[in-house]
Structure formats: structure tokens, C-alpha cells
């Protein structure tokens, strides 16, 4: 026998709060009340088979009835007579669905942050309707998130750190923690001019509501000694902001990019050459660097499947870029150096060579084990020496 019991009924008013549709009323001013409740009562049969513990659910259901209302219905049996039993369950207001469940403090919490919100930034009560139980979280701190959203509209796209906004009892460890909320509030409350809609995500909020970011780096190491940029004889291992590698042009013929930080300290000098440590996933700090796009551009990552996504990526920014020991022969004359890719790729790269393809196939349909790749530094120096002199 499956009856609808009180908790059951809670459950369902629960349900209503956790979808926050009961605090989103308190904006709204939708009345979804009277509200009648799923209730399953006993059949005809039961009534029969089972009366003493249809008359034990009854009264149940009735002691509980201090915030629902029962519709009875009359019923005449042959054998028992004629009784009552509950046919409908009803939550006539908002109050006695909050009182249900325990949660009348906690809308008059809400209710508190929507008239502040009114008063201050009625642009974002939106975001309270969409998102009432998240306001519920952060409501100790939500006068701070308000006066952010005040401050940022005064001064739209500030070009100034997060950590140089001066607001009294703000800091910017908690801007940068709340970055998520505060980016879905400048989009309610801002007028879409003042937003970068090409950038999205926690990465991007700085540039997408025009504060300055951190500079985008890139290290270098000049391989050729003639063309040193600092006037030492030490190791040109340089970092520099995106800014100014983009406007150095340096004249070179051949740019090597490896991802592995060994690999790239070792590079042995090449005429005419220099080395970037690479970022894996993401070329952000090198797309826009136009005299890139004139040099040969040979890209060395792992021979395995991420290896060749990320030189896919890479031809995105840099068509003509080439890929450099990631080839067959170079794999299989390693082969007692093979490793296993805890995570494979498996999806289709459009911008690989024939060749190049071959191998990515080959890898990622586990032609010649499971899962199997070669780690770049795995691969010997003499066999990076005989590859530079090929070139």
C-alpha cells in the first residue's frame, strides 16, 4: 500500500523551494495559491481488505493538517458503511506552505533582500527571481555586492586592477572570489555597450567589463647568438609581457615551439632561430602577434593524441605552422620510451596533414597498443640535433 503520507506531502512543498518558484513569487507577485497536492488514497478494495489501517492513514494525515486543508469525500460501502476519506489536499496560501516547511524566516530574509535590491539596483531583481536560493547564500554580503554594481555603473569600463577599486570594506580577494555572481549582475545592470560580449567565462571578466588583466606573458629563449636582445653573454632566456613581444619583431627565420620547460632550456643553438615555451592548450599570448605569421613556425609537443589537437589548435592562429618530431619513425625508433595517455582525444582534427593524420589515427584507434604516446622529452637529444640539421 503506497498512500500518500504527511512527509510526502512536505516533499512536495520542498520541491517547490528548492526550484525556488515559492521565493520567486515574492518579485513576481504570481499567486500559485490555492495549490492543490498529488494525493494517493486507498481504492474501493482496499477500503475492504485493509480498513484499520485505512482509518490509522486517515487520522494521520489528519493530525498533521495544520497547514493543509482536506477535502473529504463520502463514501457507502456495502459492508462498512458510510465514511469519510481524504480525496483532495490543498495549501491555500504562501504562508502556510513556508510554515509547512519550515522556511518562513528564511523568506522574510529574501523578502528583505528584494526591497534593498528595489531600492538600490532595481535592474536586478531578475536575478533574484532566477536565482533566489543563491541570493539566500550570499545574503550577509549582498549590500557589498550592490554597491560593486552601483560603483562599476558610475564608472563603466574603469581600465583599472580589481585591486584598485576603493570601496570602503571591499576588497579584491573578494571581488576575484565572487567573480561568477558579479559577472551575471553587470550583465543585468549594465547597458550592453559597456560589455565585452566577445569574451565570457571567469577568464575573461576582466576584459569583458573593461578592467585591465593580468598581461599575457611569453617566454623566449634566442637560439642564435647574433642576435641577442640583452648585451650579456648569459643564456637569452627572456620573459616578456604579450605587449612588447608583439612589437619586437625580432629577425628571426625559424620559431620553434616546445611544451616541455627541459626541452626548452636544452634547445641547442640554431642559426637564425629562437624557441618559445608553449601553453598547451591556448595560443592567446601568441595570435595576435602579426610577425609570427612570417616566420617558420615548427611546433613539438607530445606524440600522442593531445599533442596533435593542440598543434591543430595551434593552425587556427598559424596556418603554416609545422609539426617537428612528431612523426612515425620518430615514435617507433622509441617505442621502449612509449607511455601511456591517461585521457585520450578521440575527436576529428581538420587542420593535421595527411601524414599527420595517419598518426593521430593510428594513436587514438589503439593500432599498436592501448592508449599508448611518446612524452617528448623522452625522445634523445642526438635524434633533436639530427632533426635540426635537417632542416
Not at 557589498?144 to 580589481?162: A, N, S
Not at 571581488?175 to 565570457?200: H, K, M, Q, S
Request: aromatic share 10%; charged share 25%; net charge neutral.
Amino acid at each position: 500500500m503506497t498512500w500518500t503520507t504527511s512527509a510526502e506531502l512536505k516533499a512536495q512543498v520542498q520541491k517547490l523551494w528548492d526550484r525556488g518558484i515559492l521565493l520567486s513569487t515574492v518579485i513576481s507577485g504570481e499567486d500559485i495559491f490555492p495549490r492543490r497536492m498529488t494525493l494517493k488514497g486507498p481504492d474501493s478494495r482496499e477500503l475492504s481488505d485493509s480498513f484499520p489501517k485505512v482509518r490509522d492513514w486517515i487520522a494521520r494525515i489528519s493530525r498533521a493538517a495544520k497547514q493543509y486543508r482536506i477535502e473529504w469525500r463520502n463514501i457507502n460501502h456495502r459492508i462498512l458503511g458510510a465514511n469519510k476519506i481524504p480525496a483532495e489536499i490543498w495549501i491555500d496560501s504562501l504562508d502556510d506552505a513556508l510554515a509547512f516547511i519550515g522556511k518562513r524566516l528564511a523568506a522574510e530574509q529574501f523578502a528583505a533582500l528584494v526591497a534593498l535590491t528595489r531600492k538600490h539596483q532595481p535592474k536586478l531583481l531578475p536575478w533574484l527571481v532566477k536565482r533566489p536560493l543563491r541570493a539566500l547564500e550570499l545574503a550577509e554580503e549582498w549590500p557589498r555586492f550592490l554597491e560593486i554594481v552601483t560603483w562599476l555603473l558610475k564608472q563603466p569600463r574603469p581600465g583599472i586592477y580589481l585591486r584598485q577599486i576603493d570601496l570602503p570594506g571591499i576588497h579584491s580577494k573578494f571581488i576575484e572570489g565572487n567573480r561568477g555572481v558579479l559577472g551575471e549582475l553587470f550583465d543585468y545592470a549594465l547597458p550592453p555597450e559597456e560589455i565585452n560580449g566577445t569574451v565570457t567565462g571567469a577568464g575573461g571578466f576582466c576584459r569583458r567589463y573593461g578592467f585591465r588583466d593580468k598581461p599575457l606573458r611569453v617566454r623566449i629563449r634566442i637560439l642564435d647568438p647574433k642576435l641577442a636582445l640583452l648585451p650579456t653573454e648569459t643564456d637569452q632566456d627572456i620573459t616578456l609581457t604579450q605587449a612588447t613581444f608583439t612589437k619586437l619583431n625580432i629577425p628571426v627565420t625559424k620559431v620553434f615551439i616546445t611544451e616541455n620547460e627541459i626541452n626548452f632550456l636544452a634547445f641547442p643553438q640554431v642559426p637564425h632561430a629562437m624557441v618559445i615555451f608553449g601553453a598547451g592548450y591556448g595560443f592567446e599570448n601568441l595570435a595576435t602577434v602579426e610577425w609570427l605569421r612570417e616566420r617558420n613556425i615548427y611546433y613539438w609537443g607530445d606524440i600522442d593524441t593531445h599533442g596533435f589537437a593542440i598543434l591543430n589548435q595551434l593552425r587556427g592562429f598559424f596556418p603554416r605552422a609545422a609539426s617537428f618530431l612528431m612523426d612515425q619513425h620518430t615514435f617507433l625508433e622509441h617505442r621502449a620510451l612509449w607511455g601511456v595517455e591517461p585521457s585520450p582525444e578521440t575527436g576529428i582534427l581538420t587542420r593535421l596533414t595527411t601524414v599527420e593524420s595517419t598518426l593521430y589515427d593510428q594513436l587514438r584507434k589503439n593500432e599498436w597498443d592501448h592508449q599508448v604516446r611518446l612524452e617528448q622529452e623522452k625522445i634523445g637529444f642526438e635524434w633533436l640535433t639530427e632533426a635540426l640539421e635537417r632542416i
